[in-house]
């Protein structure tokens, strides 16, 4: 009976450009904003790392939800700084549980990267973890979980199998702790596609 009655909220649909690269979405904490990632697109400047990555870069959107109404409202998109050129590329989002920040794993880099949003949804690039100890950042950090008491963030790392973890004692300053390396076999690739581990 539920599912009977649900209906499609009048203007939820928001249409990207073609060339888009939809990946993922997630609600903020407070459910006023949707944030996507828009995973690769094409982008004829960026000269790609290595042969397995396009030319192609990533932006994040962030979109408004109408509390009355239900409807979303898209802002600007934003990509990373053009310093991480030639790897752009972010994927895995995750929000703070109590504080209004958004980080996203830089794919091409192995790093966890750091987002603010205001009272309006607008994002801003606040920078990248830390690393005192010199662990290293771990090659295709995807996906990012965090603890509900937000002290510490995890994220996969697909190409070495691995998972780091992060101090979140200043939450726009994670602080790289541990990689700790996964055991067993790891699935191949595709045929055709590298496999560099």
Same mark, same amino acid.
């Given at each position: %009976? &539920? !599912?009977?009655?649900?209906? =499609?909220?009048?203007?939820?649909?928001?249409?990207? +450009?073609?060339?888009?690269?939809?990946?993922?979405? !997630?609600?903020?904490?407070?459910?006023?904003?949707?944030?996507?990632?828009?995973?690769?697109?094409?982008?004829?400047?960026?000269?790609?790392?290595? +042969?397995?990555?396009?030319?192609?870069? @990533?932006?994040?959107? @962030?979109?408004?939800?109408?509390?009355?109404?239900?409807?979303?409202?898209?802002?600007? +998109?934003?990509?990373?700084?053009?310093?991480?050129?030639?790897?752009?590329?972010?994927?895995? !989002?995750?929000?703070?549980?109590?504080?209004?920040?958004?980080?996203?794993? !830089?794919?091409?880099?192995?790093?966890? @990267?750091?987002?603010? &949003?205001?009272?309006?949804?607008?994002?801003?690039?606040?920078?990248? %973890?830390?690393? +005192?100890?010199?662990?290293?950042?771990?090659?295709?950090?995807?996906?990012?979980?965090?603890?509900?008491? =937000?002290?510490?963030?995890?994220?996969?790392?697909?190409?070495?199998?691995?998972?780091?973890?992060? @101090?979140?004692?200043?939450?726009?300053?994670?602080?790289?702790?541990?990689?700790?390396?996964?055991?067993?076999?790891?699935?191949?690739?595709?045929?055709?596609?590298?496999?560099?581990?």
């Amino acid at each position: %009976e &539920y !599912l009977r009655r649900r209906r =499609a909220v009048g203007g939820s649909t928001i249409m990207l +450009p073609d060339g888009s690269s939809p990946s993922q979405i !997630l609600p903020s904490r407070n459910g006023r904003f949707l944030f996507g990632n828009d995973f690769l697109v094409s982008d004829g400047a960026v000269i790609p790392p290595a +042969p397995i990555f396009p030319a192609a870069r @990533s932006f994040l959107d @962030s979109l408004a939800i109408n509390r009355h109404t239900g409807a979303l409202a898209i802002g600007t +998109p934003e990509a990373l700084p053009n310093l991480f050129d030639p790897a752009p590329l972010m994927l895995g !989002l995750q929000t703070h549980p109590s504080k209004r920040i958004l980080y996203a794993g !830089l794919v091409g880099f192995g790093q966890l @990267s750091v987002w603010q &949003y205001d009272h309006l949804g607008n994002l801003s690039f606040v920078g990248t %973890e830390q690393d +005192p100890n010199n662990l290293g950042g771990q090659g295709g950090l995807c996906w990012i979980a965090i603890d509900p008491k =937000a002290r510490y963030a995890y994220t996969s790392n697909v190409v070495v199998n691995t998972i780091s973890v992060f @101090s979140l004692e200043n939450p726009l300053a994670p602080t790289r702790t541990q990689n700790f390396a996964l055991g067993g076999p790891k699935a191949p690739l595709p045929p055709g596609i590298p496999e560099p581990y």
